[in-house]
């Protein structure tokens, strides 16, 4: 089985409302879908969601990368080589791991489909029967957060992380006011997306977060200040979550020398898709660190290999990939059942794309053969 043929699709993801971290605020989620086609008739899909601040990838730079330098050498390529799949693509150009995970994840799409199982049949089988999700909410003022807090514990969910990373003595307040409204039980996440710049500023907002129960503070110092974070882990017992300071191999050698984390988010997107997502998960294991599969806010697709790797693996212990639920339109069908997300035994990534969603929400289109 060879691939015959790679479209692409360059859309907009449409949300319910405004998605807002320290550094921008989304009105909608830009994502490259890229349909794989083999000479055997089986379709795959893929997907990419780039974040210029994370991996230096842009919507539109991912579109180009795709359609004039890596869909042209897989034509001929076999779906099933995806070590030499992966050489290919690290030969011919470094980092762009999102452009990257969108071939990774057709490839296993269609693997999956070619023998009849899900995609975590072939990492491992799997190992968890379900996963309990996590709301996220996004900055806002104090109140606001505290409210939609309490109506979505009304909805079902039972555990949140919080996005802050703005003014410290107004993150604080955020963090205060949510915890006042929903009490002291249940799980609390923060997330600073960087914000905080440095570990000076850290350790100042956390004299005032030792009291309020939370269960890990994530990338709360930039991407590449891993030293910010070992001196921070040195002075707290608040567990730290590392982010967007985890891309890959490189990085999960020196977070584990250093000691510089207590658990690991693993994104298809920084890392490159599944199979390298699947390499960091063994390394996390192998040092003691828990780990965590998240996303870049993407699609059915992309969020549902996700889904594979975490239910797959021991090792990861928490998920946050509740894009879909995020959004007024989607393009694949992948089921939650609030609080909770459970993956059937369909094959591939058991998602199915409607072809007039995906048409409607395309801005532009390629077809590489």
Known sequence: MIIKKINLYAIRLPLKQPFIISYHTYDDMPSII???ETDEGIIGYGEAVADE???GETWESTYQLLKHTLAPKLIGMSPFNIEKIHEMMDLTVYQCPAAKAAVDIACYDVLGKKVKQPVYQLLGGRYHEEFQLTHVLSITEPDRMAEEAAR???????SFKMKVGTEIGMDI??????????GMEVPIRVDVNQGWKNSSQTLRALRHLKELNIDWLEQPVSADDVDGMVRIKSMTDIPLMIDEGLKGIREMREIIAKQAADKVNIKLMKSGGIYPAVKLAHMAEMAGMECQ???????????????HVAFSKKVITSVE???????????????????????????????????GILEELTGFKSFIE
């Open 34 to 36: 890229l349909e794989m």
């Open 53 to 55: 601040h994370v991996t």
């Open 152 to 158: 979505m514990i009304g909805e079902g969910f039972q």
């Open 173 to 182: 307040e955020r963090i205060k006011k949510v915890r006042e409204r929903i």
């Open 293 to 307: 599969v998240g996303s870049m806010v993407e699609s059915s697709i992309a969020s549902a290999a996700g889904y």
């Open 321 to 355: 990939l509740t894009g879909p639920i995020k959004f007024s339109k989607d393009v694949g069908d992948l089921k939650y059942d609030v609080p909770y997300i459970r993956l059937t035994e369909k094959a591939g990534l058991g998602v199915e794309v409607d072809k």
